[in-house]
């Protein structure tokens, strides 16, 4: 199982990015798909997830600036980070979910200069 994660960059204060994750998985429709990211502290933190039926929930730090959604005919989940803040730096992660297990993928990078 992979899970890529694609889009980061450095982007100034109120720009925007669309992260991507591209997952190497069969039946993906049935995971729930989840946006993490980790500060350079270490801190990790979740940010958004959207079910397998679609229903999306976010973090109270980015809801209103972020929408996740999914894509299950290209097995790809996104994040669409609007209005971005210098304390929205991190690593991020996705991840697929169901109830028997988690993976986890390799994050990138976003920088959001001040």
């Known amino acids: 199982v992979q899970l890529q994660a694609s889009g980061g960059g450095l982007v100034q204060a109120g720009g925007s990015l669309r992260l991507s994750c591209a997952a190497s998985?069969?039946?993906?429709?049935?995971?729930?798909m989840g946006w993490y990211r980790q500060t350079l502290g270490g801190e990790r933190e979740w940010v958004a997830t959207?079910?397998?039926?679609?229903?999306?929930k976010y973090a109270d730090s980015v809801r209103g600036r972020f929408t996740v959604s999914r894509d299950n005919e290209k097995n790809t989940a996104y994040l669409q980070m609007n209005s971005l803040k210098p304390e929205d730096t991190a690593v991020y992660f996705c991840?697929?979910?169901?109830?028997?297990?988690?993976?986890w993928g390799q994050g990138t990078l976003v920088t959001v200069s001040s």
């Open positions: 959207i079910s397998n039926v679609h229903l999306p």
């Open positions: 998985l069969m039946l993906f429709g049935i995971y729930h």
């Open positions: 991840t697929a979910r169901t109830p028997q297990k988690t993976y």
